[in-house]
Each structure stands twice: as structure tokens, then as C-alpha cells.
């Protein structure tokens, strides 16, 4: 995991706080009525949130589900002291940069990481800069970081005239990008990056891969010199999986079957699919489809499966692009044991698991999202 001791101030298991291990020893289902009971008991104190790639044991149990910045955008919303984020890493600190100064952010195990954001390192991003200013280049270049990034990444874009994206507005981050600047570096997706690029405009040879384990990225001078887009070289591990064969197997299967898919997915798959979304957006393709209507969707295996169950009652067939299952392991480590744990120590009155940015990480990085504001 990528955690900077001077960023972040977890606490694995406060003083006193009943043993983890003795949770991980029940089943799963034993915890359901502990979890539900400790909700009722801990009331409007405290808001549980579940990303939409979680599992369904635990995300059932959510006040609210949806992607990482709505998501945070909500708790922050709310009064509730306690925000209990069943997601990853980055995810809960997201949701503590944007909360309020009274409320604390719990992500119920901290090996919850994502393999994404661990790709960019602050350092590696650091030396990087370091290069394009060696080169003269850095006063022309705009950081974009997606949101699935660290806080620490987050306030390297803030601090340096950058923003944070998600996968819904990358576009309108790219063309505010270019207003102020000849060339953007992406972080830390290099398919979000290269396909959003690709669909404004932009031709891939004046897209460069940016690889922060070779000397000066793999570039030349004259190639950073000459690039639009920096592309950080990094990727989702769960949507990398899809391949451009899985879409022509489907396709030779299902005839007339819609093939959408996120633009985590590499460029390849993208270019054949019939359409390209964020999460929000593949539930509202097949939300506004007419019954009858089949999808393919390149996506996390949980969100796919719950949505396949939801609208087979309106006669819509959904299916997964990759039927091998394309899952998120490490959010999948939010267990309902983790969950019961953490919120039976809250009625304890112990904070278990606290996710804290420090000051002025989280005044960079709330630079970096208010800016996103601009964008929309
Ligand atoms: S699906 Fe990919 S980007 Fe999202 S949390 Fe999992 S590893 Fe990270």
C-alpha cells in the first residue's frame, strides 16, 4: 500500500478495542443482526457508505451506495460524526478531505488498498516533474490526477495549478487543462487518459506512456517535448482484464447484444464497444434501454451481477463482458467481520481504523477537487 507515514494517521486497532481476530473467526452470516443492531444503535451518529464494486454481504448494509465522490460528497452533507466507508483506501480519503472538521473517517480494514492508485507514487510523480523542469517543460505542462489516486497525489496536482477528475467529466478536465496549458500529465490511468485523449482529438503518437521504473520515463527529450498528453503508466487491475477477443465472443453469441464498458478498460476494448461510461452513466445506458435490450458490460463483477438481478424484472438481460469475472479483490477484503468490528467498537466509543489526512495534504488536495467544480 501506498500510505506516507507524515499523510496519514490510521489507528489499526485502538486500546481496548474487541480482537479482530475473534470476528474473522465467525461466519459471515453470523454478523448480519450484530451489524444491523449496531446500526440502529448508533443512529444518525454515523453514515455508512458503499462504493458500488462492493459486496453485497456488506453493501446492503449502506446508507448510501454510489461512486467514491459522491459518495464522500454525501457524508460530508450530513451531520453524522462517524463515516464508516466500505471501499478502499483512497476512497475514505477522499471522504476525509472533504468532511467536515467534527467528523472522522473509519475504512473498516486498512489492507482495503487499490491497485491503481498504488502505481503513482508521490515520489516517483516528484521525479518526474523533477525531469519535465530539467527540460523547461513543467511551466507548460497541467497534472490531472483521477480521483482513484492518494490524497498525497491529489495535493501534488493542487499545489502545481492541476485538479482531480473523475471518469464522468475527464473530457471537460482536459479541455480546461489545455486552456491553460500545451500538454497535460495524467495520473495515474493510463487508459482513462489515452481514451479520453483519443476521443477529443488527440493522435495517440502525441500520446506518451510515462513509465516511472525507467530512466527519465522511457522518453526522450525531444518526445516529451513534443507530447500532448503525459501518460502516467498505470492501470486498474480489475479492468485491464478485459480484452478486445471478449467483446467479439459476445458479440458472435448474443447478435444485436450492447457491448459498454468503463473507460478504465484498455483502448483496444473501448474502441470496439457500442458505448463508454463511468459507472453512473452504464447504469443510466441500461436504466433508459427498452425491454428486451441485452448488455455486455465491462465493469467490476459485483456492480454487474447486482445490476443483472435488478433489471431482469423489467425483461433486460445483462451479462459481463468477461464471464472469468473481473472482481476488485481488495475492496473485497471489506468483510462483514471488519464491518461488525468497526461499528461495535464505535459503540464502544473506540475509533478503530480512523483514515486521517494531514492539514496541509488535505488543504492541496481540496484545491485540487474544488477545482473540479470549475470543470463541471
Ligand atoms: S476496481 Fe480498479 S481502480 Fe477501482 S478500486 Fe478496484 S483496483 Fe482500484
Not at 455508512?48 to 465522490?69: I, K, M, N, P
Request: net charge negative; hydrophobic share 45%.
Amino acid at each position: 500500500m501506498n500510505l506516507a507515514i507524515d499523510e496519514l494517521t490510521a489507528a489499526p486497532e485502538a486500546e481496548g478495542s474487541c480482537s479482530l481476530e475473534h470476528y474473522l473467526a465467525m461466519p459471515d452470516h453470523s454478523m448480519d443482526g450484530r451489524i444491523a443492531e449496531a446500526r440502529a444503535k448508533l443512529g444518525a451518529t454515523t453514515i455508512l457508505l458503499g462504493h458500488h464494486y462492493q459486496r453485497d454481504e456488506v453493501v446492503r448494509f449502506a446508507d448510501y451506495t454510489g461512486d467514491s465522490y459522491k459518495l464522500s460528497k454525501i457524508a460530508a452533507g450530513t451531520d453524522a460524526r462517524y463515516i464508516v466507508f466500505c471501499g478502499v483506501h483512497f476512497m475514505a480519503e477522499s471522504a476525509d478531505i472533504l468532511a467536515k472538521a467534527s467528523q472522522q473517517v473509519i475504512l473498516p480494514d486498512l489492507n482495503a488498498g487499490c491497485s491503481m492508485a498504488d502505481m503513482a507514487e508521490i515520489s516517483q510523480v516528484e521525479e518526474c516533474w523533477d525531469t519535465l523542469a530539467r527540460a523547461g517543460l513543467d511551466g507548460e505542462t497541467i497534472p490531472l490526477t483521477y480521483i482513484n489516486s492518494t490524497a498525497a497525489i491529489k495535493a501534488f496536482c493542487g499545489e502545481r495549478g492541476g485538479l482531480v477528475c473523475t471518469s464522468s467529466n475527464t473530457g471537460a478536465a482536459f479541455r480546461w487543462a489545455f486552456a491553460r496549458g500545451k500538454r497535460i500529465l495524467f495520473l495515474p490511468d493510463q487508459h482513462l487518459g489515452r481514451n479520453t485523449g483519443y476521443a477529443m482529438g488527440i493522435p495517440l503518437e502525441e500520446m506518451q506512456v510515462w513509465d516511472p521504473w525507467a530512466i527519465q520515463g522511457g522518453q526522450s527529450k525531444e518526445k516529451l517535448a513534443a507530447s500532448r498528453v503525459l501518460l502516467w503508466k498505470g492501470h486498474c487491475s480489475v479492468h485491464q482484464r478485459f480484452l478486445p477477443s471478449h467483446v467479439d465472443q459476445v458479440r458472435a453469441k448474443y447478435p444485436g447484444i450492447r457491448v459498454i464498458v468503463h473507460p478504465e478498460c484498455r483502448f483496444e476494448v473501448c474502441q470496439k464497444a457500442d458505448a463508454l461510461g463511468s459507472t453512473e452513466r452504464l447504469i443510466a445506458l441500461v436504466q433508459q434501454a427498452p425491454a428486451g435490450a441485452m448488455f455486455a458490460i465491462g465493469t467490476e463483477i459485483h456492480l454487474v451481477n447486482r445490476l443483472a438481478k435488478r433489471f431482469a424484472a423489467e425483461g433486460k438481460r445483462i451479462i459481463t463482458l468477461d464471464d472469468t469475472g473481473c472482481l476488485c479483490t481488495t475492496m473485497y477484503r471489506i468483510s462483514p467481520q471488519h464491518l461488525a468490528w468497526a461499528l461495535e467498537n464505535l459503540i464502544e466509543g473506540r475509533v478503530v481504523n480512523r483514515i486521517a489526512v494531514s492539514a496541509e495534504v488535505k488543504h492541496w488536495a481540496r484545491v485540487a477537487l474544488d477545482r473540479m467544480l470549475e470543470v463541471a
